[in-house]
């Protein structure tokens, strides 16, 4: 039974094969469910924000039940063999259309359901029985920085309701050059070192969430050193600013994790809103390793 306002989260889940070989970024996702459950108690539901769930207008997929969708390529077949079903969350779609209703952004739901890659491979680490109910939101991926806050401003009331909004994609995400070597590596060669414009872009984003520069996040492709660089398009950046948009302009963004794979797919994971700093002092309790 959760006691307190559960803090919005956006996790990166860089490639699918997360799902197989886990690293520093999976290995961080173990710990942050038992984190958000000692700290805040189990969430009553998710409701998950991802860049590979888009769509020309907002939609609820509101389906009782969800199972993994493998909506990739080219990677390990042993991939296809996992699963990840887990309830869908049909009553909370109702909630949540009015509430976006309410804020006058237009919505449809679905009865259609499915767990796109970049749900369900984290979620089989931070909450592996899957036994929390899933609620997919598409969302617009032509729409603004500014648009996807409002949009996630408009779910804030239900972090108060046990309600974890998660928005999940890649805090950097330039497919060309992080799969330049191929798609399958040498899992006991050393690890690619990170390049230097992956490496500006994370703290140029940590930095201005710490001084709550907003002005110039929701400006990133812009602002950020090599934006458009490591994100040729932006909808792996996007869940950011819904998840941020669900926690409010008032408390600075809590980077939780920093870790890089594949050399520039940054794995960051941030948590906003007023109970951000609560779940990072509770994951500090049990600190992950964060190399690449």
Do not use: C
Not at 55 to 76: Q, T
Not at 148 to 163: H, N, P, R, W
């Amino acid at each position: 039974m959760t006691t307190l306002s559960l803090p919005p989260i956006f996790v990166s889940h860089g490639s699918p094969m997360i799902a197989l070989e886990p690293g520093a970024a999976g290995a961080f996702l173990a710990t942050l469910g038992p984190a958000i459950d000692a700290a805040f108690g189990r969430p009553k539901a998710i409701l998950a924000i991802s860049a590979h769930t888009a769509a020309r207008a907002p939609v609820l997929l509101a389906a009782a039940r969800h199972a993994a969708v493998y909506d990739f390529g080219g990677f390990d077949p042993k991939l296809f063999t996992l699963r990840y079903d887990a309830p869908g969350a049909p009553q909370l779609a109702t909630q949540v259309a009015q509430l976006l209703a309410q804020a006058q952004i237009d919505v449809q739901t679905s009865a259609e359901g499915g767990l796109d890659h970049g749900i369900w491979t984290a979620l089989r680490y931070v909450y592996p029985d899957a036994d929390v109910p899933v609620l997919p939101l598409a969302f617009v991926p032509g729409q603004s920085p500014a648009q996807q806050f409002a949009l996630g401003a408009a779910l804030s009331a239900l972090t108060a309701q046990g309600v974890l909004v998660m928005g999940t994609g890649s805090i950097t995400h330039n497919l060309r050059r992080a799969l330049a070597g191929g798609l399958r590596t040498d899992p006991d060669a050393p690890a690619q070192p990170e390049i230097p414009e992956s490496a500006a872009f994370r703290e140029w984003i940590r930095s201005r969430s710490a001084a709550l520069d907003w002005d110039a996040l929701l400006d990133y492709r812009r602002q950020a050193p090599h934006g458009v660089n490591m994100h040729p398009t932006d909808e792996h950046l996007l869940p950011w600013y819904g998840a941020a948009g669900a926690g409010g302009w008032d408390n600075a963004p809590q980077r939780l994790h920093a870790s890089v794979t594949l050399g520039s797919l940054g794995m960051d994971a941030y948590a906003f809103g007023p109970q951000a700093a609560t779940l990072a002092r509770q994951l500090q309790r049990e600190p992950v390793e964060s190399g690449t």
